[in-house]
């Protein structure tokens, strides 16, 4: 059996995550939250991955969502728990310390686009097609998507994607903020390890904390945010990336962040 989730190493610091059933549109089957699951979980611990580029094999799907052939063999509760094992897995996307970067390299629906929002940036191949489809088959979007997409793109869009189950082009999402950027087919993923590449080259604790105090700062009033910015600001006084950051500035040549 193939794997589901393929793990690539790019240029120092770059890891490519790839799911991995192109045949299956990369739907989210028990196998393969089970495979994303363990990857997540070694790259939060591997101080030498400083960004995440996530991305779909194949040409026509980055994730179509949940595996609805898998599904149509459970009971109720099987179902309870794949639709909880697929929210644990998006969150662990999150909840990733390191950047993440998603390259959506085609359709993008339910559970697919959940895992999109999970994702720092969003890279869409201008071919690609988004949309919380989920109110179209009796359910809802049941991964984050009603909370992620509002505070994404605002309440009012948010409430006639999901209430029209209604499938967006690249260029519609860009539009209203679910995705930053477009790009052909072809420049896709060049497009995607360029930023990681923009990315990478700055301190990765910097990076760490300032994800951190966005995340939690946004889920929260202005005043607490500005105390999380200024607790995560003070973690960072210490460390040795620091006196270099300001070492190299002071000799005018690039500096050399080590993670510490």
Same mark, same amino acid.
């Given at each position: ?7 690539t190493? +790019?240029?120092? *610091?770059i890891?490519v #995550?790839?799911?991995?059933?192109s045949?299956?549109?990369?739907? #989210?089957?028990r ?8 990857a997540?979980y %070694?790259?939060k611990?591997?101080?030498?991955v ?6 779909? @094999?194949? !040409?026509?799907a980055f994730c179509? *969502? =949940?595996d609805?052939?898998e599904?149509? *063999?459970?009971?109720? /509760?099987e ?9 644990s ?5 999150e909840?990733l &310390?390191?950047p993440?970067?998603? =390259?959506? %390299? ?9 895992? /999109? ?7 869409? @191949?201008t071919q ?10 009796a ?17 009012g869009? =948010?409430k006639?994607?999901?209430f029209? =189950?209604k499938?967006i082009? /690249?260029?519609?999402? !860009? ?11 072809? !420049?896709l ?8 590449k923009?990315?990478?080259?700055n ?9 951190t105090?966005?995340? +939690? ?7 607490t945010?500005? +105390?999380?910015e200024? #607790? ?5 006084? &210490? ?8 070492q190299a500035?002071a000799?005018k040549r690039? &500096?050399?962040?080590? *993670?510490?």
């Amino acid at each position: 059996m193939a794997d589901t989730v393929l793990v690539t190493k +790019q240029e120092e *610091g770059i890891v490519v #995550l790839t799911l991995n059933r192109s045949e299956a549109a990369n739907a #989210l089957s028990r196998q393969l939250l089970y495979d994303l699951h363990d990857a997540l979980y %070694n790259i939060k611990h591997d101080r030498e991955v400083r960004v995440v580029i996530l991305t779909g @094999s194949g !040409e026509k799907a980055f994730c179509a *969502g =949940a595996d609805l052939k898998e599904r149509k *063999g459970m009971n109720e /509760a099987e179902v309870k728990q794949v639709v909880n094992l697929i929210g644990s897995v998006i969150n662990d996307v999150e909840a990733l &310390p390191q950047p993440v970067i998603c =390259a959506i %390299n085609g359709v993008a629906f339910g559970g697919g686009l959940e895992l /999109a929002l999970a994702s720092d940036i969003r890279i869409a @191949s201008t071919q690609a097609k988004m949309g919380l489809t989920e109110t179209s088959l009796a359910i809802i979007p049941g991964a984050g998507g009603t909370q992620r997409l509002p505070r994404l793109i605002g309440t009012g869009k =948010a409430k006639e994607m999901i209430f029209t =189950a209604k499938r967006i082009t /690249a260029g519609q999402a !860009e539009h209203i903020g679910l995705v930053e950027h477009t790009a052909n087919p072809a !420049e896709l993923m060049e497009r995607a390890i360029h930023l990681a590449k923009e990315i990478v080259i700055n301190a990765p604790l910097a990076l760490f904390q300032a994800k951190t105090a966005i995340n +939690q700062g946004m889920q929260t009033d202005i005043a607490t945010g500005l +105390q999380i910015e200024k #607790l995560a600001y003070n973690n960072l006084i &210490p460390t040795e990336d620091r006196l270099e950051g300001l070492q190299a500035f002071a000799e005018k040549r690039p &500096p050399v962040y080590r *993670g510490k």
